[in-house]
């Protein structure tokens, strides 16, 4: 099956700094992913849907000045958490999609950010 | 709009038993639903989903899944229950006009031997 891979899998930042999160489509070409964040032991929540080329679709309530989505090329899009803060550690997944409309997609492993 | 309910918080089974994940629905159309297994630590994995035609699913693993639109259902069943089964496992239901999908709260499965 197509493969996601994430990068870093897991971060240790201190508050202030930023951090950037990779996800790779690494044998298909992906048009659209997704990011969520998913606190202990609850579900997924969709942050933003990232198109290629263009700007991410941010959910209500995420603030895209503090996640910055990037969708430079069809099989790379960038997570960076800026100025971050302890509240905003978190485990932080992508998705993308396997093919358009579909619902079919595929996840990393995600990345496991603690802010000190 | 739409939303998962998963009445299920934590399951725990003997293994070699049967098993029965609940989910159920609410969307205007027909939705797309899937199950998705998520290892500690780990990403996703689907295990089937439901587009249309028949409402009985087989997955991977041995786990197939009935879509029941009278009850607005979409439960996740296995005959004999492995170790190794033990994760978290998300319903999830997508329009069919978008990737977007919204997830249960998960149900965490705990196997004994």
């Known amino acids: 099956g197509a493969v996601v891979s994430q990068h870093p899998s897991w971060v240790i930042c201190k508050s202030g700094t930023s951090v950037k999160i990779e996800c790779r489509s690494l044998d298909f070409q992906a048009t659209t992913m997704f990011w969520y964040r998913q606190f202990p032991k609850q579900s997924l929540m969709l942050m933003a849907t990232?198109?290629?080329?263009?700007?991410?679709?941010?959910e209500q309530g995420v603030e895209k000045d503090k996640f910055l989505i990037n969708h430079a090329s069809l099989t790379l899009s960038t997570l960076t958490v800026t100025s971050a803060h302890p509240e905003d550690s978190s485990f932080y997944i992508c998705?993308?999609?396997?093919?358009?409309?579909?619902?079919?997609?595929?996840f990393g492993e995600g990345s496991r950010l603690t802010v000190l | 709009a739409q939303s998962v309910t998963q009445p299920d918080i934590h399951i725990t089974v003997s293994e070699g038993a049967s098993l029965e994940l609940r989910c159920n629905y609410s969307y205007g159309a027909t939705p797309y639903l899937f199950w998705y297994v998520q290892s500690p630590g780990q990403g996703l994995q689907l295990l089937l989903k439901?587009?249309?035609?028949?409402?009985l699913v087989q997955g991977i693993k041995g786990f197939e899944a009935e879509f029941k639109r009278s009850q607005s259902s979409f439960n996740l069943r296995k005959p004999s229950v492995h170790w190794s089964d033990a994760a978290e496992y998300f319903c999830a239901v997508g329009a069919g006009n978008t990737d977007k999908l919204i997830f249960g709260t998960g149900t965490r499965l705990q196997v004994f031997p």
């Open positions: 990232s198109n290629e080329g263009s700007k991410a679709t941010y």
């Open positions: 439901y587009f249309s035609g028949d409402t």
């Open positions: 998705s993308a999609s396997w093919r358009a409309n579909t619902g079919e997609l595929f």
